[in-house]
C-alpha cells in the first residue's frame, strides 16, 4: 500500500492482518502531490525488485479554495492528476514486464468520481493550473481521461459513491481490477461494475490529447 500517512497505511496494515493473517502487506510512503515524493517511490520500489500486475490509482484531494502544492502547481490537479500520471509512467515498465514474466494482463484503474459531470464548458484551464509567480489557480473537477499510448494494461475511470459502505465502495475497483470478464479492455468508465457513460469533455480525444501533453511537460520540467 503506497500511503500519504504512514502510521493509518500501518493501522489499517493491521486491521486487515486481523482479518486474514497469512497476507502479506506492505506499507510505502508516498505523497501524489509532490513529484519527489512520487520519484522517490517508484525508485525504491523499483529497487526491491518486486512484480506489479495492478495499479490501483485511488488517492484524491478536494481542495477548496485552490491551494498550491510544493511544485507550484494547483494542489487538486497535482494530486488528482500528476501525481497519477508521474507514477504510471514510472512504473510502466516494471508491469510491462511484469506482464510478459507472468503471461498475464497488468492493469491500470483510475479511480474517478460522477463529479465528472460537473465541470465548467471550458475544462481545463491549462494556463492557470501551473504557474509559478501567481497564486491564481484554476479548479480542475475534470482530472482523469481514458490513457493514451500504454500498453499492457486496462484503464478505467469509475465512479464511487459517498453513501456506499465499504464493501460497495470497493466493489467496482476490484471487478475491474481482477474480473476476467474485462480482459482486454481498455479506455472504459465503470459504475457499479458496469460500463457506463462518461461525461461528453472525458471523451474527448483532442482535450485528451491536450492533457497528456501538458502532463508530459510539467512532469519533465521537475
Not at 510505502?28 to 500486475?53: I, K, P
Not at 481498455?186 to 482535450?207: H, R, T, V, W
Request: with cysteine; proline share 2%.
Amino acid at each position: 500500500m503506497a500511503m500519504r500517512n504512514l502510521d493509518a497505511g500501518r493501522n489499517g496494515k493491521e486491521a486487515m492482518l486481523k482479518e486474514i493473517p497469512k497476507a502479506e502487506i506492505d506499507v510505502m510512503e508516498l505523497d501524489l502531490s509532490s513529484m519527489a515524493s512520487v520519484r522517490n517511490f517508484a525508485s525504491e520500489y523499483t529497487s526491491l525488485g518486486l512484480h506489479l500486475n495492478i495499479l490501483i490509482k485511488n488517492a484524491g484531494v478536494l481542495s477548496s479554495p485552490s491551494k498550491l502544492s510544493q511544485d507550484n502547481i494547483e494542489l487538486l490537479f497535482a494530486t488528482n492528476r500528476i501525481g497519477h500520471f508521474l507514477l504510471t509512467n514510472l512504473l510502466l515498465e516494471i508491469m510491462k514486464n511484469t506482464a510478459q514474466k507472468s503471461k498475464q494482463e497488468g492493469r491500470i484503474v483510475n479511480v474517478s468520481s460522477v463529479g465528472h459531470r460537473i465541470v465548467s464548458r471550458e475544462g481545463i484551464c491549462f494556463d492557470k493550473i501551473y504557474n509559478e509567480a501567481s497564486t491564481e489557480n484554476c479548479l480542475v473537477l475534470l482530472i482523469s481521461f481514458p490513457s493514451i499510448g500504454l500498453d499492457a494494461a486496462i484503464f478505467s475511470l469509475f465512479g464511487k459513491y459517498m453513501t456506499k459502505n465499504v464493501q460497495q465502495g470497493a466493489a467496482t475497483t476490484c471487478y475491474i481490477a481482477l474480473h476476467p470478464q474485462v480482459k482486454g479492455m481498455s479506455g472504459n468508465y465503470f459504475m457499479d461494475s458496469n460500463i457506463a457513460e462518461p461525461s461528453s469533455q472525458a471523451k474527448d480525444a483532442e482535450l485528451a490529447k491536450k492533457l497528456w501533453d501538458f502532463s508530459l511537460i510539467i512532469t519533465d520540467r521537475k
